[in-house]
């Protein structure tokens, strides 16, 4: 029997970078899609490049998607790939737009052109609930987004529900709560507190510059949720799943424990900037994953504690490879 195939877009950012070791482990060929016209960083996925095939597509461009779905006739399809920065999404909200609401529509008819028995998995996110309006937040809350981001990803969400119903094809949605891991984007709060409190170890910097401290979020482990978005795409009918801890940690909470790892306080660093918080934030985002663990037997294995402790272990290790002259960082390490 033939391996499976499956296309991952956004293959080099975080989740697509875990999602394709992922799959490889299962015995997949994996296709990463990137734009060729952009400049890509294959950082996260060096380790693995010459076991991916790297192929050429845009979500802007529908003829070089339905052109790279007809050459490669993937299995599976994980729409990774979005602008997915925030605050980025205010200051481009027509890119955002294009890229992570049209994009989805232009992905999703290639596929119907082409192929519509292909299984296709969007990344949704718990920003499309926004200003929420139960808790904690399920399949069925209605969505209030408060960003550009928010209401871009409401419209592929929606997008994916009107294909799956109106040509029957197999394509569901993973609601994703905030995920994170040492490969999150250095804008990402999360990244920002852990390479900052490193980098103040190390005696690189000396003070932490943060927005909202009590905003709160639901946080796991990023390689714990590509798991289930793989097992979303083997169940017999295609369906929506909130992939989330189902507990909310402040923002504060993680400025503690991520200096706490390195036997620091962080009162002593930490400084609040009112240029960094939001025209509109979300209100409290905190996920009920019931129905992923009861039906897909899923739930977030990492905790929180355990998280920050993983993500400060891997900036020290990075800091200190700076500190005796540019050494690449390993795996991280415990300290």
Known sequence: MSKKRAL????????????AEFLLEKGYEVLGMVRRSSTVNFERIEHIQDQITMVSGDLMDQISLVRLIDDFRPHEVYNLAAQSFVPTSWEQPVLTGDVSALGVTRLLDAIRLVDADIRFYQASSSEMFGKVREMPQRETTPFYPRSPYGVAKVYGHWITVNYRESYGMYACSGISFNHESPRRGHEFVTRKVCRAVARIKCGLESELLLGNLDSQRDWGYAPDYVRAMWRMLQQEQPEDFVLATGRTHTIRRLAELAFRAVDLDYNDYVVQDPRLIRPAE???????????????????????????????AAEVERCRGVEVGGRGAGSPTAF
């Open 8 to 19: 991952i877009t956004g293959a080099t950012g975080q989740d697509g970078s875990y999602l």
């Open 282 to 312: 979300v209100d409290l985002l905190v996920g009920d994953p019931t129905r992923a663990r009861e039906k897909l037997g899923w739930e977030a294995e990492t905790s929180f504690e355990e998280l920050v402790g993983i993500m400060v």
